[in-house]
DNA sequence: ACTCTTCGGCGTCATTTTGT
DNA sequence: ACAAAATGACGCCGAAGAGT
């Protein structure tokens, strides 16, 4: 059994979703554009609304839109069909529109039981050769947001929940600022001076400092701290450069906090720093590699998250942009019988 | 109550894209 | 060219809803 046939049980991708647009875009007005990106959402967009196409609207002919005036074929909800020359040829800004954008071949979307059944056939790696890569979700959407003024950015750095709380007086730079599970903050300085805010409270209250009395000169090979663990005897422990710890007692209004330099083995997925210089046996290495390791699915841990709310931000503007395209397909469909109305009363 | 289905989210791996 | 970031694909899990 294939494993795509268990995985996607009436689920979409949005490679699918977008390639299908993408190469509806390619030959067509704006207009069909819409229809077939509407037609998508329809399909596969469970959970949305199913509001009855207006009209559908396609183009005759392979050279429409290539140099010959584009003959679009608009089939009115009544059954009615309109030939349309001319009426739309407004470029609209693809919702999908990359500098680097190449010429795909996939299967169109009415065809998705068939290739459901070849999927079994083309392995992952020709697809994968097929599909081209699309850009970042957030370089689309900043192309997106320069030409329409409405689409929101997608911001660098998530200012707000990320940055460093208000609270937290500048310190000698450089430091390294570090956020414990419990929403505390821990700046570390150059000198190896320790300072612990809390961001509930308000900054300089909150806010307490230690000085690392076995610290020694910074290792120049040391990184920031990877991990914080919540220790069995209910104290919370952070990673900090130079192989330390800093733990924290689980008591009440004021916490304890200790430097210790961790003699036990670590608990699981806790990934610490360690000077690239001091490998010696291959049992370092190994572990060295470990950390590396625990360090690159952390932050492929994270990148995933972001990237997932890249996406979902990604295809609300689409689903916006198809609705703001259907309106704008409404609104040209009335014209056009408007249009037709006053041509068949001057011909009679 | 139980089973089944659907959906959404997560972690990981492999690969592509991007920045330097 | 290389490393880091971004992303698609996949498998897994739990929640929610429908059907029995």
């Known amino acids: 059994m294939s494993k795509c046939v268990k995985k996607y049980h009436g689920k979409i991708t949005v490679r699918q979703m977008t390639m299908e647009m993408v190469e509806s875009q390619q030959d067509g007005s704006a207009a069909e554009s819409a229809a077939e990106s509407d037609a998508v959402r329809m399909q596969n967009l469970p959970g ?24 679009t074929l608009v089939q009115l909800a009544s059954g009615q069909t309109v030939h349309v020359q001319g009426v739309i040829q407004a470029t609209q800004p693809s919702v999908i529109q990359s500098p680097q954008m190449q010429a795909v071949q996939v299967a169109p979307a009415a065809d998705a039981d068939e290739s459901a059944e070849s999927e079994g056939v083309i392995d992952s790696q020709k697809r994968r050769e097929i599909l081209s890569r699309r850009p970042s979700y957030r370089k689309i959407l900043n192309e997106l947001s320069s030409d329409a003024p409405g689409v929101p950015k997608i911001e660098e750095e998530k200012s707000e929940e990320e940055g460093a709380p208000s609270g937290i007086p500048a310190m000698g730079v450089p430091t390294s600022l570090y956020q414990t599970s419990t929403g505390q903050y821990i700046a570390i300085a150059q000198g190896g001076a320790i300072q612990i805010s809390n961001p509930a409270s308000d900054g300089v209250q909150g806010l307490q400092t230690l000085t690392m009395t076995n610290s020694g000169a910074p290792q120049p090979g040391a990184t920031i701290v990877q991990y914080a663990a919540q220790t069995p005897d209910g104290t919370q422990q952070f990673f900090v450069p130079g192989s330390q710890v800093v733990v924290q007692a689980a008591t009440g209004d004021m916490p304890a906090y200790q430097i210790r330099t961790p003699t036990t083995a670590l608990p699981q997925g806790v990934v610490m720093a360690a000077s690239p210089g001091t490998l010696h046996s291959p049992q370092q290495l190994a572990e060295e590699a470990t950390r590396k390791r625990e360090l690159r ?41 408007t249009l037709k109305d006053i041509c068949s009363s001057k011909t009679d």
Do not use: D
Not at 55 to 70: E, I, K, L, N, T
Not at 311 to 335: D, G, P, T
């Open 297 to 337: 699915l952390m932050k492929n841990r994270e990148a995933a998250k972001e990237c997932r709310r890249r996406k979902k931000e990604y295809i609300k503007c689409l689903e916006s942009r198809v609705a703001v395209l259907e309106v704008q397909n409404k609104k040209l469909i009335e014209e056009l019988e």
């Open 48 to 71: 949305q609304s199913q509001i009855p196409p207006i009209a559908q609207v396609s183009v005759a002919g392979s050279s429409a839109g290539r140099g010959s005036p584009a003959v």
